[in-house]
């Protein structure tokens, strides 16, 4: 699976938000973008985008910033790559241009559905308070003395 920058990026800031669920006080992109190494003209794109499909809200003014919209246990990465990513436009255009050609190509086309479906379910399956779980686990070993 290959992703873009952008998708990258906007999980990046969904995790961030996600991690930060609860707060008072809302995210600054200045904060995302210093922790993560994100390009801040990139992440404003990004969240107005995010914004667009609901999934986070801005605060404006001096102690403004972004929050999720919903729980992180409600926001899935598949919801992050499809706002960003769009519908699985691969499928359907192979679909519209090749329907109907040849049973190889149809073969072929089943299978690709297959894969894109699989893909879907996986990435359905993970969802960003899973994510905050597993950034919080500690990776490095305890030494007790």
């Known amino acids: 699976m290959r992703l873009s920058a952008k998708t990258e990026y906007a999980a990046i800031a969904v995790l961030e938000l996600a991690r930060n ?3 008072a006080d ?20 990004i969240l107005l985008q995010l914004k667009g499909a609901g ?10 910033g972004y929050q999720l ?4 246990a409600e926001i899935t990465l598949n919801d992050v790559f499809r706002v960003i990513e769009g519908p699985d436009e691969l499928i359907t255009s192979i679909t519209a241009d090749l ?3 040849s049973r190889s190509v149809s073969v072929l086309l089943e299978a690709w559905r297959d894969v894109a479906a699989q893909e879907t379910a996986a990435m359905e399956g993970v969802t960003f308070a899973t994510l905050v ?8 070993p305890m030494y007790y003395i």
């Open 21 to 23: 669920w609860g707060a």
């Open 26 to 45: 809302p995210v600054r992109i200045r904060s995302i973008c210093a922790a993560h190494g994100v390009p801040s003209r990139f992440l404003v794109q």
């Open 55 to 64: 999934i986070v809200t801005s605060t404006r003014g001096a102690a403004g």
């Open 69 to 72: 919209a919903r729980a992180p």
């Open 99 to 101: 329907a109907g050609r």
């Open 133 to 140: 779980e597993r950034s919080r686990t500690t990776t490095e």
